[in-house]
DNA sequence: GTAACTGCAAAATATTTGCATCCTT
DNA sequence: AAGGATGCAAATATTTTGCAGTTAC
């Protein structure tokens, strides 16, 4: 964990929230990871460290000052990602293309793929557009 | 629930499910609805006819049979939608647009408007695209 | 020192499973 | 009549809340 000691406690900091162990742990999981984690996930890895409600607590803050995000998935799992460049720059993008792998069950963020316009009927407008794409990832295929 | 018997009994028929009170009821439920449905939605609407357990063994019933889909959300809650096209004939197609309004929470299936392909990166398969839009809708703009 | 964070206990909520009974075909 | 569907009870899993003790600043 010292090795991303330092993007970890600068990413806290830049968000005004106190260094706490749970915190820089559960933040480098994430950078880590590479990858969106579900709860459960981010549990498992933290090994029993902390308690689960802190897992939830600590992931419910990092949402509110949108150090991670939540990911649309069409099982009833939610997942967490941190994006890279949000994360890097202090500033929030949304519309980013999310990529689900079937076989091994991976959700990454492809934050450098835009997403297309679209075309909405009369009377709607959009927002956020959020698109997840369920296949095969590199390493599966 | 006279009204929508014919279709609902045909639907169900269809797939080979047999045609008893609580599947006609709920099947009807979405037919109606014309937007997505979370269980706790489903559950409300059915009033109490029908035990807890049931909504959850015909939600999942009718996803086996490819009658309702789940849709991405990015908070907890699955909701399922009817999509019209695929109920009428049967054949199952996921690649649509979903529309959540931010202000009243309905989710709704645009089926006539198709994805726009994407490029996505060396190695990656993709099988199956969904978008969700979050804005206003119609009504509560 | 103080405000905020954590752990523990417990409550509330959501989902699954087993089994006896009832209903559709 | 037989197989499948339902209801009930209970087990399991998930998420939230309150509070006392601890830690970061």
Avoid: W
């Amino acid at each position: 964990m010292e090795f991303m000691e330092d993007q970890v406690t600068s990413i806290l900091r830049r968000n005004q929230l106190s260094i706490t162990d749970s915190r820089k742990s559960i933040l480098d999981i994430f950078i880590q990871a590479g990858s969106a984690l579900a709860h459960h996930d981010v549990e498992s890895r933290t090994a029993g460290s902390y308690d689960r409600v802190t897992v939830y607590r600590t992931l419910q803050t990092f949402m509110e000052k949108g150090i991670i995000h939540t990911i649309p998935t069409t099982d009833n799992s939610i997942k967490y990602a941190l994006c890279k460049d949000d994360c890097q720059q202090g500033h929030h993008h949304d519309n980013h293309v999310h990529f689900v792998c079937e076989n091994c069950g991976t959700t990454t963020c492809m934050d450098e793929i835009h997403i297309p316009a679209i075309q909405l009927p009369e009377g709607y407008q959009a927002r956020q557009i959020n698109m997840v794409v369920n296949g095969i990832c590199r390493n599966c295929s």
